[in-house]
């Protein structure tokens, strides 16, 4: 199980087929949902979820099994990610720009955890999130990406069965992580690099571009 927090996510979560366990709301609050529904005392929900000014709705969903899809020949791999929001952030880009799933390696974040929910704005509903190791993952080119070294991230031909690989927020991919290439996004000035989220959109989008699909 795990908590959606407002009505809007709520209702996207319904939307895609997940099941509603329970519902929490704030007194007075209506709720039009096929679920049951469960006033709190005032004061109640404030203290229990995890936003400052919460909406006035919680809902407990259970989680279902997520496979990598047979057919799949897009996916954004995240090794060993740490923060929330960059997750949810990355699994929003990637149903954005068209990805079949995302997959985090053994070590990331929990994909439930609300802030990724929050961050994904839905997207995690409807975009199967799984984890496996990324050398599972050797029937996919799989594209390392680097702030130093490798390709000009448009160089590469993203066609066939590709998986776009982001390391730690700190320590990046390991010099001998199992890809296939290492590609990189050149930036000026003095900056290391770009946020790990930030870089995950520049290289779906430019997949999305070279396959025609946004």
């Known amino acids: 199980m795990f908590v959606v927090e407002g009505f809007g ?7 895609a087929g997940w099941s509603v366990e329970g519902c929490y709301v704030a007194p007075g609050t209506s709720l039009d949902l096929d679920a049951t529904v469960h006033e709190l005392a005032p004061n109640v929900l404030e203290r229990v979820a995890s936003t400052e000014s919460p909406q006035p709705v919680l809902a407990v969903v ?8 047979a057919e799949a020949t897009f996916v954004l791999v995240a090794d060993r990610l740490a923060d929330p929001g960059n997750a949810g952030t990355i699994i929003r880009s990637a149903e954005a720009a068209g990805a079949d799933a995302v997959v985090l390696t053994p070590g990331s974040v929990d994909p439930y955890n609300p802030k990724v929910v929050r961050a994904s704005a839905g997207s995690l509903f409807r975009v199967p ?10 029937s ?5 990406t680097s702030s130093h070294r490798g390709d000009v991230y448009t160089d590469p031909v993203y066609h066939g069965r590709v998986a776009v690989v982001l390391g730690n927020e700190a320590h990046g991919l ?13 930036h000026a000035g003095p900056a290391e690099s770009l946020n790990v989220a930030m870089a995950a959109t520049v290289l779906a989008f430019e997949v999305a571009r070279q396959r025609g699909t946004v």
């Open 174 to 186: 390991d010099d001998d992580a199992a890809v296939d290439q290492w590609i990189t996004i050149p």
């Open 140 to 144: 996919f080119r799989r594209l390392g």
């Open 62 to 69: 259970a989680m279902r099994p997520n496979a990598l899809p």
């Open 9 to 15: 996510l709520l209702r996207q979560a319904v939307d």
């Open 129 to 138: 999130v799984v984890e496996a190791a990324l050398e599972s993952l050797g």
